[in-house]
């Protein structure tokens, strides 16, 4: 491959990185298209000096192609257009510097201001290697408590509670807002007010041992009515199994080692330490943005986690392929 | 310059680890505050008939005054007390059950496997009648929270009445040892398990369960006592239909009025798994047909789990003795955020009102600190004090009869909070107090210790602890860990107190002779004068004393003071159950105040009888 | 690149292989019942004068590895374990750290009253945690008497400071099961 096809094969890929659910230049939330309009400012003001620095190099270099006279050298006349120049250039900075600093100041105000009265709360606390999201609320009896996702209404300021049981991780919404550290041991937050709906795609950006990298957040903003809607749906506990498969299934989570970690409401599995299922077939995706949501990779994680996330914390316990069938067919009803 | 002022830190550093780490002496001795009221509360009347002789439940009678009427032993003449006779049961775990005595027998029931003994009184060193072996499982052991503890059975009506640790309760022939019933109520795979003495009464065997560091959901079934068949049962969380809160129930505040707020003051489910146990005392109203009880603790003790005032957990119910149906209830503690059961005991008393008219009340000693008067027909609160040093709560509201918690107290998770007081056995655990309507006076042995409190997220498995926190307990202000206090309801302040080195961890005694008794870890059993609280006799038992001491009339008349001396339950853990100090946070927190227990008693199962000389 | 280049990167590379990796080894994640845990006994009287058969070396392995013992840390803690017997310092459960044991403080013994359960209390764990999650757990027990290496225990606790830190607990002797309580 040429230099310059390699050139032209970057550039190609570089929007790519621009679009879809995981773009910190999408500006889908409050703050996010706050730091697309100051990114934008930036990348102007900074273009523009930069062609005018470069012009002014290129043309420099193009008179100094003459060469030097012994009267060049020995008579340095200031130029007559050097002040005036030198003033204008200066004023160029000054200006370029304030717009910048201005718009800084701007956005950060406004980014103030939309976090200034949330009207939606939730608490995000990260594990080794996935997401426990709890939605508060003043009537205790409807809290929400999902794993490895968040649904926001939009144009709803949400205000994101974030605390860590173990390491330092980082939550990124790349199309919502920046970047905020989860510390274990102190208590950190961050706002959302997401302008657009759709399915946008979390991660966690620090790192944080050997899954770090497999530790996403499903996102997804929709309307306030579709959002109601998923709300009261979380509030209900767990279907009964109704099929004899589903219930072989139900067994075999209730009485074994599933229930030594996880949590179905509604049935005798009341662990607190991982992901809670009440819900896992709502999501998109598996272990944290692992592998989408099929009923083949639902086998295949419950068969041998440990072969699709290398040294997380669920064990591989050795299921026989019908006790497999029947714990993923109870997972399936799990709406 | 540098060097100067890094030796002269060095020197404050020394001088601050001097002052602050040696054992600091506390004064012993009796501390007096003044005179007690004349006024005096007077014991519920129809719940606590003139004294038999008898010895027949636990609190002495239905109002739980354990006060004994025998006036044969007086300050003139305890100082020559001497031991009648002893038994050993054979057990070495932590005794708490009080011998009963009807007539010429006197039974004795042990901590785990619940042997109970009859001894003919009637005999010279009182032979064993007949042995009861009811053998409850040994897993139950695995997963009682503070030692397999019984706290007594109930003689009535020619049976006995008592719980095992396994979960059943039985009822028992007291002239043969016959087992006549067994029910099963209480489940060990859940964590479950049944500790409390029951009550009796009204043809009831009230039963209540254990298991609120367990994540068991809490319950008070009534079998009736001539078949041990389930006449109704009360849970403590739920719906109002499971937790027995009909049309006849009215709070005496707003914030205990209310539909299912069992369930809605909880995130979902969690009240399934909430506490809320009935491990205590149960106390009764022949009149008005109401028993009364407390809640223990919500479970876990990490309380960012359970969100909510988390009812009806850590308050007191008043329920209707024929169908259980609720009365009033009145949360003590909502939100519970140190494991401040609402268990202790309840004495029912006639209060003097402001007109000279007598309000029927219930006064009561709290795990909060705070010593509750409440008219005990609606719950009202009439006077509530703090009994002991409290920086976990700031008071309470007396218009919504809210607990005010202080903020900085409150446990949070990945991080510790220092110096909370009283700490989780609160400033008096189950060990019950005893009332004297002769001075009026309430004898609370109790607690004064603090705790660093670091919380984390508890995970549920059935039959295995919820807890979710680590705890140290350390002596409160002034070094003692324990205090006797003797406390005026009426004056609603103390008129004295004795300062004790170890925990008290053994109920009270008070006799209408003028005497006061009650036993330390160490095992001294300890005869005071109930007006003042001078010392005039004591005696140095086997083992550490956290039992219920009694008084009798024998057959042969005379008056007989016996107790039982067998350290253990969950201050005396280090020892009953040998664990190591090295470990501050063993025993949910406990051994790092008990440190020095395994060199001041061993375990025991003793029961004394002491008597005057001739 | 001088001569020495393959010569140094050889050198570094011989050091770090020599310098106990054993004690990082991660195991094998897919083979659940590589190391099932043996049926053993806790007695030392076997008619005929048997004696208790010798601890597997594989199983003698895990008290060396310090991931073994770090996720029976994470474990006892969320397992409950130190729910009933604390940092070591036991409460419902017995002590775990000092020289008492009432059914073998042997490794493999240790693991086997994880998954049988034994009586007066101690709950069968089989069915609820997997083989590899008792070795890890037995690993850790041992650790909290000390009788792991020091360069494999994890220096802290997870919480409030409990017990001195691992690197500096001492070693008990182990009493067997018969040994006087």
């Keep these: ?335 | 310059m540098a060097m100067i002022a890094l030796l002269a830190m060095g020197l404050v550093a020394a001088v601050l680890i001097w002052r602050f780490s040696r054992d600091r002496a506390f004064e012993t001795g009796v501390t007096n505050y003044g005179e007690s009221s004349a006024i005096k509360a007077v014991p519920a009347p129809a719940a606590s008939p003139a004294d038999d002789g008898n010895w027949t439940m636990p609190g002495k009678d239905y109002a739980s005054t354990r006060f004994s009427g025998l006036k044969q032993i007086e300050p003139a003449n305890v100082g020559k007390l001497g031991v009648a006779f002893t038994f050993s049961t054979g057990t070495t775990e932590g005794f708490e059950a009080p011998p009963l005595v009807v007539g010429p027998t006197m039974y004795v029931v042990s901590p785990w496997p619940n042997n109970v003994f009859a001894l003919d009184l009637t005999k010279p060193g009182a032979p064993t009648k007949w042995t009861y072996e009811p053998k409850p499982a040994a897993a139950a052991k695995g997963v009682a929270c503070c030692g397999p503890v019984n706290r007594g059975a109930v003689y009535s009506g020619g049976r006995l009445y008592m719980n095992l640790l396994d979960g059943h309760t039985v009822a028992v022939d007291a002239s043969s040892g016959r087992e006549i019933w067994r029910t099963k109520l209480a489940d060990i795979q859940k964590g479950e398990t049944i500790t409390m003495a029951p009550l009796v009464a009204d043809g009831k065997v009230l039963v209540g369960n254990s298991g609120g560091e367990m994540g068991v959901r809490g319950w008070l079934a009534a079998l009736d006592a001539g078949s041990g068949k389930l006449a109704w049962k009360a849970y403590s969380t739920g719906p109002d239909s499971e937790a027995l809160i009909g049309s006849d129930y009215r709070a005496p505040y707003s914030q205990d009025q209310g539909k299912d707020l069992g369930v809605k003051s909880w995130g979902p489910e969690q009240w399934k798994i909430g506490g809320g146990t009935v491990w205590g005392w149960i106390s009764y109203d022949p009149e008005l047909k109401l028993i009364y009880y407390g809640t223990s603790n919500p479970g876990p003790w990490n309380a960012e789990q359970r969100p909510g005032d988390n009812k009806w957990t850590a308050g007191v119910f008043a329920r209707d003795i024929g169908t259980g149906q609720a009365r009033w209830f009145y949360q003590s503690t909502p939100h519970d955020l140190f494991d401040h059961d609402d268990i202790n005991e309840i004495l029912l008393v006639d209060w003097p009102g402001r007109n000279g008219q007598r309000i029927p009340a219930l006064i009561r000693p709290s795990r909060n600190g705070y010593f509750y008067v409440q008219d005990r027909r609606n719950g009202r609160i009439l006077s509530v004090d703090p009994y002991a040093h409290i920086n976990a709560y700031k008071g309470v509201d007396l218009n919504s009869g809210r607990l005010i918690p202080a903020a900085e107290k409150e446990p949070k998770e990945g991080r510790v909070v220092r110096n909370i007081c009283p700490g989780p056995p609160g400033a008096k655990d189950w060990n019950p107090s005893a009332f004297s309507p002769i001075t009026g006076l309430v004898y609370i042995p109790h607690l004064n210790i603090c705790m660093d409190m670091g919380v984390k997220n508890a995970n549920y498995i059935a039959g295995t602890p919820f807890v979710g926190a680590d705890v140290k307990m350390y002596a409160g202000p002034g070094g003692n860990r324990g205090a006797f206090t003797a406390w005026d309801p009426v004056a609603r302040r103390k008129v004295f107190e004795i300062k004790e080195d170890l925990p008290l961890w053994s109920p009270a005694l008070a006799t209408a002779g003028g005497l006061v008794f009650y036993g330390t870890m160490d095992g001294w059993f300890k005869a005071i004068d109930a007006r003042n609280g001078k010392l005039l006799w004591q005696y140095k038992t086997g083992s550490g004393i956290i039992g219920q001491p009694i008084s009798y009339r024998g057959p042969d008349g005379r008056q007989y003071i016996a107790v039982p001396s067998g350290v253990g339950g969950w201050a005396g853990a280090i020892v009953s159950a040998d664990l190591d100090e090295r470990d501050p946070t063993a025993a949910l927190g406990f051994v790092n105040v008990t440190k020095d227990l395994k060199k001041r008693t061993t375990k025991g199962g003793t029961v004394y009888v002491f008597a005057l000389p001739g | 690149m001088s001569s020495r280049f393959p010569a140094r990167f050889l050198a570094l590379g011989l050091i770090a292989a020599l310098c106990g990796c054993q004690r990082e080894n991660r195991q094998d994640w897919n083979k659940p019942h590589a190391r099932a845990v043996p049926a053993t006994s806790p007695d030392t009287i076997f008619p005929g004068g048997a004696a208790v058969p010798p601890l597997d070396a594989r199983a003698a392995s895990f008290e060396g590895n310090a991931h073994v013992i770090a996720r029976g840390q994470q474990l006892f803690a969320t397992m409950n374990c130190s729910g009933c017997h604390s940092h070591g310092g036991g409460g419902m459960g017995p002590a775990l750290m000092d020289d008492k044991w009432l059914y073998g403080g042997r490794i493999d013994q240790i693991a086997a009253s994880i998954m049988e359960g034994r009586p007066n209390g101690m709950p069968s764990w089989r069915g609820k945690l997997t083989d590899q999650q008792m070795w890890q757990l037995a690993a850790y027990v041992r650790s909290l008497s000390g009788q792991v290496r020091k360069d494999a225990v994890s220096a802290r606790a997870d919480e409030v400071s409990n017990t001195p830190p691992q690197t500096q607990v001492k070693r008990e002797p182990v009493l067997p099961a018969d040994g006087p309580q």
């Design chain 1, 1 to 335: 491959m040429t230099l310059r096809g390699a050139a032209w094969a970057l550039l190609a890929i570089l929007p790519g990185g621009c679009a879809g659910a995981q773009n910190a230049l999408g500006g889908e939330g409050a703050e996010g298209s706050n730091f697309v309009q100051l990114f934008t400012v930036f990348m102007i003001v900074c273009a523009v000096m930069y062609v005018l620095i470069t012009a002014g190099l290129l043309i420099a270099l193009w008179r100094r192609r003459q060469p030097l006279t012994v009267e060049d050298r020995r008579h340095h006349e200031t130029s007559s257009a050097i002040r005036p120049a030198l003033i204008g250039w200066t004023a160029l900075v000054v200006a370029g510097l304030t717009a910048l600093t201005v718009a800084s100041f701007f956005t950060d105000r406004s980014n103030a201001a939309n976090s200034a009265s949330p009207k939606l709360s939730l608490t995000v606390t990260a594990n080794q290697w996935w997401w426990d999201v709890e939605y508060q609320s003043a009537d205790a009896s409807r809290t929400v408590h999902t794993a490895n996702e968040i649904h926001l209404p939009v144009g709803v300021p949400a205000q994101v509670t974030l605390k860590s049981n173990d390491v330092i991780h980082s939550l990124w919404i790349p199309n919502l807002a920046g970047k905020q550290d989860l510390i274990p041991g102190r208590v950190t937050d961050i706002q959302f007010v997401p302008r657009k709906t759709g399915n946008y795609r979390g991660q966690c950006a620090e790192f944080c041992g050997i899954q770090h990298t497999l530790m996403a957040l499903d996102v997804t903003v929709e309307s306030k009515a579709d959002f109601q809607r998923w709300y009261e749906a979380q509030l209900k506990p767990a279907p009964p199994p109704a099929t004899p498969q589903q219930l072989a299934g139900y067994r075999y989570f209730a009485t074994r080692e599933c229930s030594s970690c996880h949590n179905i409401g509604g049935t005798p599995a009341s662990g607190q330490i991982a992901p809670d299922l009440t819900h896992f077939a709502s999501r998109r995706s598996i272990a944290a943005g692992t592998l989408p949501m099929t009923r083949a990779n639902l086998a295949r994680w419950v068969a041998d986690p440990q072969a699709v996330k290398k040294g997380n914390n669920m064990p591989t316990i050795g299921m026989t392929d019908a006790e497999v069938d029947s714990v993923v067919s109870y997972l399936e009803t799990l709406k």
